[in-house]
């Protein structure tokens, strides 16, 4: 009942990309309910997460004062969040300020401005990620700036980018209502786009044919009318076979390659060496299943194409995306109601970040660094030619350049590499070799730990923002609750560190940010802060005014030279780390429906770390009979790279040689095991691939 409320504030909630618009219902200064509201994406639909994972905002371990390390304290994971005062001492927020600006600035003036790096973070608002890579690029002369996307979708957005011309979805997950077959492949929605797994499952109900395909058995398969259930690493053979038989049998739209596309000669004839029948021992599905699926998608008035980290996050993830962009233009299913391209985005702002500017190479609205023009815009804009044309370095390269003593000071908001980062003992030593490190979070974070100075943020209810889902829908985000203590808004902090670095910013609220990107971003025409408020949510392009914004994109062609998409074929990249006799099974990594990234919110969220409290990983049943471990016991997984002790549990969903492991917890984390091999255009490291022993505790 409303009256047992206080205030009902509309936002946006927090975790994953889906972006379900929520109803904040507040008494006596808190949060104490969610509920879902009518928003574009999620039709008044929330999974167990929006619904439950809202308390983190309210625990104890809130940072709500500025901290400065204790001279004499040690760096490493040994901080207790309830008790800092081991190792940081409470100051004033103009005292820390000034400690954070004054060491950027000294390892700035003593040694360059390429010296100092910042990593954003997509659980900002677009407005604080905007300002966030404005203030490294105007404050240290340079574009060492990245987030979370390098972790996420970097190598979808490089192909996207270089065959269709834009990184963006070409159609929102609603779309799927039109269309009559849909492919998912390397996601897992059931748990990590639930709400919108559950528009995949009407879809199914009133017809439509599902294909899902991913080395596990994941969630949708109960819905999939056909599953696929391929060798860990053989995306690109699988795909190419599909793709060999639409060319062998003709099954492809000539009129919308010879309209829209260039490059498709090349692509035919690189396909022929991909016959279903060469290379069902590298994929483990048979070629008559590989001929029905490809007759299936081709055949489809409209196809929807939905992938996720299981296609990124591999080092050839950027041949992976290729071969899904090819074979949706070659079976003419983009720009067109029920067909599209659509790479699930992860974190409720992931695509707004990037939207904005955090990614080393480009500036606001993907462009380059590196174009004069495009500089001298923004040098327009911003009232100075700050802006490096030199490419900056990305999240792993940035830790790679710490190790080698180029980068010697870093800002790091609301990200934790302590955690999030492949191989993280090598970034933890990053982190700790740093000179000067300024942290800003909502906890005390595993990052936090390594920290000279910590600004206390605000949590996303309790601040006003904008930001973008995965269907390119500008949300508002509003402040339902203030603070804890001192803590303040990101951007208010980071306004703050700009002017002691003597950028002489001025902007008083988040709609003055906007309104600046707006001068640098087409993509926010005819969207206003007046219209959000108004409406909720804007999708661009939006046309005029009144339009609410495109659900599909490229009806008429591609943002390329020539306005046509391209083909870029694909050939097989082996995972970089083979499984041999002493790592003999495949580890891969994600999320579980629960928890989200690395557990410093929802494990903090009382009903989440009630349904999932303990490190877990998933192994085969038989596999665990094997080791003489029975569900539930312990295991040791151990790699190149380091070793942890979890519960396993059984699950037949897992291949016989493969461990699936969450990367929530810090007790277990994944990310000592995981590989840092990079993709060579997307530079995103290869977690869902390693070689791993197993073995009973
Ligand atoms: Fe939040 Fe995503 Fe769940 Fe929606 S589907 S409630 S955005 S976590």
């Known amino acids: 009942d409303s009256r047992d409320f206080d205030a009902e504030i509309a936002s946006v909630c927090p975790f994953c990309g889906v972006g379900c618009q929520v109803s904040l219902k507040v008494k006596d200064g808190a949060v104490k309910k969610v509920e879902g509201i009518n928003g574009p994406a999620n039709e ?77 973070s997509a659980k900002c608002s677009n407005e604080e990620a905007y300002l966030f890579q404005k203030l490294i690029r105007q404050g240290f002369g340079h574009n060492n700036v990245d987030h979370c996307t390098r972790l996420c979708h970097a190598s979808s957005v490089a192909a996207l980018m270089e065959n269709v011309g834009s990184g963006a979805v070409t159609a929102t997950f609603n779309e799927i209502e039109n269309a009559d077959v849909a492919i998912v492949i390397g996601a897992n929605p059931v748990e990590n786009h639930p709400v919108a797994a559950t528009f995949f499952k009407q879809f199914t109900r009133r017809g439509g044919k599902l294909i899902v395909m991913d080395p596990r058995g994941v969630g949708l398969r109960r819905y999939a009318s056909h599953m696929l259930q391929f060798r860990p690493g053989a995306d690109v053979p699988l795909l190419n076979s599909i793709m060999s038989v639409i060319v062998e049998e003709g099954l492809y739209d000539q009129a919308y390659i010879d309209r829209f596309t260039e490059n498709w000669e090349h692509e035919k004839q690189h396909l022929a060496g991909f016959a279903p029948e060469a290379v069902a021992d590298l994929t483990g599905i048979d070629a008559a299943t590989v001929r029905e699926v490809a007759r299936v998608f081709a055949g489809a008035q409209a196809g929807m194409i939905f992938w996720g980290m299981g296609i990124s996050q591999h080092i050839h993830g950027t041949d992976n995306s290729r071969c899904l962009i090819s074979l949706a233009l070659m079976t003419g299913n983009v720009g067109k109601p029920g067909a599209g391209l659509h790479p699930l985005r992860g974190q409720n702002n992931v695509q707004g970040a990037s939207d904005a500017g955090l990614i080393p190479m480009f500036l606001p609205d993907y462009q380059s660094v590196t174009d004069d023009g495009v500089r001298s815009a ?100 509003r402040r339902a609750v203030a603070p804890p203590g001192d803590a303040r808004e990101d951007w208010a902090i980071t306004v703050d560190l700009a002017n002691r670095l003597g950028l002489g910013w001025h902007y008083a609220h988040p ?64 995972p970089d780390e083979q499984p041999d006799a002493e790592y003999p099974f495949v580890l891969t990594t994600g999320r579980q429906l629960e928890h989200w990234h690395t557990g410093s919110m929802t494990r903090r969220s009382r009903v989440l770390d009630a349904v999932e409290p303990q490190a877990n990983c998933s192994l085969h049943p038989a596999t665990l009979r094997k080791l003489g471990v029975a569900p539930g016991g312990d295991v040791v997984l151990e790699t190149r790279r380091g070793r ?37 255009y997307g530079k995103i490291p290869e977690f869902k691939f390693a070689a791993v022993r197993v073995s009973a505790a």
């Open 44 to 120: 008044g639909r929330l999974c167990v997460k929006g619904r439950f994972g809202y308390d983190y905002i309210h625990h104890p371990h809130r940072l709500t004062t500025p901290l400065i390390r204790r001279a004499d304290a040690p760096k490493g994971l040994n901080v207790d969040p309830s008790d800092p005062s081991t190792h940081f001492r409470e100051a004033t927020w103009e005292e820390a300020l000034d400690a954070a600006a004054q060491g950027l600035a000294r390892l700035r003036d003593a040694h360059g401005g390429q010296s100092v790096a910042g990593f954003g």
């Open 511 to 574: 709609r003055d940010v906007f309104a600046e990107m707006k001068q640098g971003m087409k993509s926010l025409d005819n969207i206003t802060w007046d219209r959000l408020e108004q409406e909720g949510a804007v999708t661009y392009p939006s046309l005029s005014p009144e339009d609410p914004g495109q659900p599909i994109v490229f009806a008429e062609g591609f943002p390329r030279a020539g306005g046509r998409a391209r083909f870029t074929p694909a050939s097989v990249i082996p």
């Open 644 to 680: 942890i002790t979890l519960m396993a549990r059984s699950d037949r969903a897992v291949a016989p040689d493969m461990v699936f492991l969450p990367f929530a917890y810090v007790e277990a984390a994944a990310n000592i095991l995981t590989n840092p091999a990079l993709d060579p």
């Open 378 to 477: 923004f040098a327009g804009i911003w009232g100075d030619d700050a802006v490096s044309p030199e490419k900056g370095l990305t999240v792993t390269e940035i830790l790679d350049a710490v190790h080698a003593g180029a980068i010697r000071g870093m800002y790091i908001l609301g990200e934790n590499p302590a955690m999030s980062d492949p191989d993280v003992e090598h970034a933890r030593a990053a982190l700790a070799g740093l000179d000067h490190l300024v942290v800003q979070d909502i906890f005390l974070t595993e990052t936090a730990n390594y920290a000279d100075v910590i600004l206390p943020a605000a949590a996303f209810y309790e601040k006003t923002g904008t930001v973008t889902n995965t269907n390119r829908q500008v949300q508002l985000g």
